[in-house]
Structure formats: C-alpha cells, structure tokens
C-alpha cells in the first residue's frame, strides 16, 4: 500500500497554497530480474582508459525500491500574471541500480596509465575478470591486464534529493495589435546526498554529495545545480514569434585533474605529477570544469489556408560550442549539445 495526500487551500481570490505528503515505490523490470548480462566497453581509468568490457548483468533476488515524497507550494494568479512555487523533498531506499564499473576496478587496481599492479586481496576482486585466465598475482598483475568487469544490478544505497521549482507566466492582450506573453521556469537542486553503498557486506563506496559534480564514475551521473528556461513571444493574428533561452549549469568532475603521457613513462600518475618526479607526464585540468551551457533559439509560425501550419527556426543563434568534458564524447551530454547554429523549415497540412 502506497498512500498518498493531497491538499490544496484557496487562501484568497489570487493565491492558493497546495502540499503533498505520500509514499511510492518502482518495480524492478523483467531485464533487472534476468540472470543474463549484456555486454559493453567502457574506458576504464584503472587500465588508463583503456576500453575493456563491461557486463551488466540482471539479479533474480533484486527487489523494488521504495520513496517517501512531500512537497508545498503556493500558486498566485491575477490579471496576466501567474506565479507558481514548489519546495519537493523526495528519499528513496534501496534503489534499483548498477555496482558501478568504475569503482569496481579502481578499488581492485586503482588509478593509473595501466601500469600499476593490482590488489588481488581486494574485497571486489570476484567482480573482475583478468587475462591469463583471470589468474592474479600479486606484485605482477597490473590494471592493464584487467579484462572485463562485472556490473551486477542491486538495491543500492539510500538517495535524497530535494529542491525548488519556480514558474513565472505574464501575459499581455492588446499590444501593438497583438498578445505579449513572457515566461521564466527554474529548477533549483538543493540536496542530492547518496548513502553508503555496501554489497554482501563490503563496502563499495562511501556516502557522498553528489550536487554540482558530474559523478561520471558513480552514481547518478551530472547533476547541475540550476537548470531553467525563459521565452518572450509575441502574436498577432495568424502570426507568431518567439524567443526561448535555456539554461544548463556546470558541473565539477569529482574525479579531480588527470595526466597525459607525453612518452614513454612507468610512474605518471597524478600524485607523481604533482611532486614532480612523473616522467614524460603532464598535469591537465582540462574538462575539470564543465562550463554552464545556454542556447537561444527563435521560432516563427504562421498559419496559412486550407489548414496549413510554416514554421521557420533557428536554433542556437549564437551557435554556443559546450564546454569540454573527459568523456569519449569530450563533452557532457547532460549539460551540452554540439549542434551548433541549426536553421529548420516545416509545414504542417491537417486533413
């Protein structure tokens, strides 16, 4: 059973308060209850990010993660205007989700060009395979040899989130012969702390913050702290424009700065470039950052006869590149995208 409340309280004419107060919960789907896995390649840092193989495999004893949600807010409309605000707090407990790859094989083999021997005594070393018939041994085995990794589905570590969401409507008849609307909608995240990760027993990773970090090598990937949309548009008749921006905020790669080999070297790492006894090894702070990311994009529609719908765009007017980011990509997707100035024509003919 999953109750749930709901109440809404018109204060005056123009403002309500409105809150929520419930339970829910997510089933696990068939492919997280299968015992098969299915494969991928992954640039493992523990193998200098050398592609190696991934299975993702199913758990038949994986249960359903549970949540506890509540919100308030208030809406205040009147004439033109409508100004709606909602606080949201959200925690799920045993969430369905993936034994990180990443942390797997940076436990086992920690971070390195590859050339670091492994810990086979490591408490995660069933989940990895090596070469030479997954033989490890000790002060010869190295991240390079790292053949294939095992990411198991679990119920894993407790997540809480919570945040502010805020949306400003104004609109304005009788303008130049036309309607004026103007628009503002953000999204605020105040919180997203993820709990200790442990399986079977042992520990995979510790609790951690995951707001304003990309978490590339963890759970659950970038989190922005701010993400919003504005739009001006004006209409008249058979005839509209508009202007929409959106917002993306950046995020820090919690992994820290990396290195690059520049020749041949047995000891670059970033602890050793930063003592500076790395040969051939160069310290960079590049993608370190992952710069904010903002768009404009302009539309105009006209309605034409027999039920025919132009439109003409222009997307990114000021054809932004994203911010660099050490993915395979070399940008976040969550953040940025790499079309860069993109011109659309369309009709629309209704039958």
Request: glycine residues 12%; positive net charge; aromatic residues 10%.
């Amino acid at each position: 059973m999953n109750p749930k409340l709901a109440v809404k309280w018109q204060v005056a004419e123009a403002f309500a308060l409105r809150g929520s107060v419930g339970t829910t919960f997510r089933g696990p789907t068939p492919g997280n209850r299968s015992s098969n896995a299915v494969t991928g390649l992954s640039g493992i840092q523990a193998a200098g990010n050398g592609f190696k193989s991934v299975d993702y495999t199913g758990n038949p004893a994986v249960g359903p993660e549970k949540a506890f949600t509540y919100n308030i807010g208030a809406i205040f409309q009147t004439g033109g205007l409508r100004v709606i605000a909602d606080y949201w707090h959200f925690k799920v407990e045993e969430q369905i989700t993936q034994v990180p790859h990443q942390i797997v094989a940076t436990a086992v083999a920690g971070v390195g060009n590859g050339t670091q021997f492994v810990n086979c005594g490591s408490a995660l070393r069933d989940l990895i395979t090596f070469n030479n018939n997954n033989v490890c041994v000790q002060g010869v085995t190295v991240g390079n040899d790292i053949q294939r990794v095992r990411s198991d589905t679990v119920n894993g570590p407790d997540a809480t989130v919570r945040g502010v969401d805020v949306s400003i409507d104004y609109k304005m008849p009788d303008v130049l012969s036309g309607d004026v609307g103007f628009g503002l909608s953000f999204s605020r995240l105040l919180k997203y702390d993820i709990g200790q990760f442990d399986l079977n027993g042992v520990l995979v990773s510790a609790p951690y913050k995951a707001l304003g970090f990309t978490n590339y090598d963890r759970f659950p990937g970038t989190v922005s702290k701010l993400r919003g949309a504005a739009y001006a548009e004006y209409s008249r008749g058979d005839h509209n424009l508009r202007l929409d921006m959106t917002y993306i905020g950046g995020a820090t790669d919690n992994r820290g700065p990396t290195t690059v080999q520049t020749g041949s070297s047995a000891n670059c790492n970033v602890a050793n470039a930063i003592a500076g006894t790395a040969t051939n090894c160069l310290l960079t702070t590049l993608g370190n950052k992952v710069k904010s990311f903002y768009t404009f994009d302009l539309t105009y529609r006209v309605d034409l006869p027999w039920d025919t719908t132009l439109t003409a765009s222009v997307f990114n007017i000021f054809d932004r590149d994203p911010s660099a980011a050490r993915l395979e990509a070399g940008y976040d997707p969550f953040v940025g995208n790499p079309y860069g100035r993109t011109f659309k024509i369309g009709a629309r003919k209704r039958f």
